[in-house]
C-alpha cells in the first residue's frame, strides 16, 4: 500500500470518528517515536487508536508519512509536541479542506475523480461517503 492510499484511509477513519463521537479524538493522543534503528515507532494514549492506524498500514513508518501528508495538504490538523525523539499530536480534527474532499465524492465524477487521484483509492460510480468507508475501513469501526 503506497503512502497516499494509506492518508486516504486514514482520513476516512479519521473523518467517520469525527462524525459518530466527535470528542473522542479532542484528547486523544498519538505518537511517533523514532527508534535507535532509524525506524519509528507508533504509540498512543489508546490502544484501539494504535490497533485501527496499525490495522490500515502495518509499517508505523506509512502510518507516519501518512499522516504528515494529510497535515500538509491540510485535510487534518492538530497540536503538536516535539521532543528529543518524538512528536506526539494531540486534539486530531478534520479540517474543512478535509471534509470537502470526503464528502466531495457524492458531487459527481469531479469529486469521485478528485479524491481517488488524492489518495490512489479507486472510487465506482454509484459509491458514495458510506460505501468508501465501509469498503476500506468499515471493519475497524464496528
Known amino acids: 500500500m503506497t503512502i497516499k492510499e494509506t492518508a486516504g484511509k486514514m482520513l476516512l477513519y479519521l473523518y467517520q ?3 459518530t463521537v466527535p470528542s473522542s479524538m479532542q484528547y486523544r493522543q498519538l505518537g511517533f517515536i523514532d527508534k535507535a534503528d532509524g525506524k519509528v515507532g507508533l504509540t498512543s494514549d489508546k490502544k484501539w487508536l494504535t490497533r485501527d492506524l496499525l490495522d490500515i498500514s502495518s509499517q508505523s513508518s506509512d502510518v507516519f508519512n501518512g499522516f504528515i501528508f494529510l497535515v500538509d ?12 525523539g518524538a512528536r506526539i499530536y494531540v486534539g486530531i480534527h478534520l479540517t474543512a479542506a ?5 464528502e ?7 469529486g469521485k475523480d478528485v479524491f481517488g487521484a488524492t489518495f490512489n483509492i479507486p472510487v465506482a460510480e454509484d459509491m458514495n461517503v458510506e460505501t468508501l468507508i465501509q469498503e476500506n475501513v468499515g471493519a475497524l469501526l464496528k
Open 17 to 19: 470518528l469525527q462524525r
Open 73 to 84: 495538504k491540510g485535510f487534518i490538523r492538530s497540536r503538536e509536541r516535539t521532543t528529543s
Open 98 to 102: 478535509g471534509i470537502d474532499v470526503v
Open 104 to 110: 466531495g465524492v457524492e458531487h459527481g465524477t469531479d
